[in-house]
């Protein structure tokens, strides 16, 4: 089944302990988001992947991480979490040439 | 950069009746524009989507035009259903492109039945 994953779907945590977010996908697309949902904020985008090894700045770039080494994977890596971090993440992707992005479960994160 | 905004953020019809939800983006090299249905709990989803060489496009009761002048879109739902009610977004980004997008805000549609 052509799907995105993430783990752990629901997470609480201290400030200032890293964590990381998984998230795969098993389509073959080049192009991976992590989105992060406030209410009244919509969805705003936190990293973005072109490909394996390339990567760039959403606009809510600041206090998160990622990498992308294989193409099915891009973690978003949490350094020092602090409370203005808790929110629910999406991880999405999307092949090249197309525009429709297929989002994963969500996480939702709690920062105490 | 990019800024959409989309309006209203909530909105009540009597199931049967039309629903609009509008936005507006600022970059004139955006030129697709998703809308995604969200409902509760849930993922988003995409709906419908239009590229900024057409002016309207329509899938059975969902249909979005695209003012490109005035760097606006909109969705349209006829004939609502109470499973319409959910959450929707609209969003502005480059086709094929790099992957930065940018999304409204959301309206949180009910229908009533």
């Known amino acids: 089944e052509a799907q995105v994953t993430q783990n752990p779907r629901y997470l609480i945590t201290v400030t200032g302990k890293k964590l990381t977010v998984t998230c795969s996908q098993n389509m073959n697309h080049e192009y991976m988001s992590w989105y992060r949902q406030d209410p009244g904020l919509g969805l705003r985008q936190i990293y973005y992947?072109?490909?394996?090894?390339?990567?760039d700045k959403g606009d809510v770039p600041e206090g998160y991480k990622v990498s992308r080494k294989e193409k099915r994977n891009f973690p978003l890596i949490l350094e020092s979490p602090s409370p203005n971090q808790t929110s629910l993440y999406f991880c999405?992707?999307?092949?090249?040439?197309?525009?429709?992005?297929?989002f994963g479960p969500g996480t939702r994160l709690t920062v105490t | 950069g990019e800024n959409v905004e989309q309006h209203p953020s909530t909105l009540s019809v009597q199931e049967g009746d039309s629903a609009v939800i509008k936005c507006t983006y600022s970059?004139?090299?955006?030129?697709?524009f998703p809308w995604y249905k969200q409902e509760l709990g849930k993922r988003p989803q995409l709906i419908i989507d239009?590229?900024?060489?057409?002016g309207e496009k329509k899938d059975q009761r969902i249909a979005v035009t695209l003012n490109k002048t005035a760097k606006h879109f909109s969705l349209h739902i006829t004939e609502t259903q109470p499973e319409d009610s959910a959450v929707y977004f609209c969003a502005a980004s480059i086709y094929r492109g790099y992957q930065k997008v940018t999304f409204g805000t959301g309206t949180k549609l009910q229908v009533i039945p």
């Open positions: 999405a992707s999307r092949p090249q040439g197309a525009g429709e992005q297929y």
């Open positions: 239009i590229r900024s060489n057409v």
């Open positions: 992947s072109m490909n394996v090894e390339v990567t």
């Open positions: 970059d004139s090299a955006s030129n697709y």
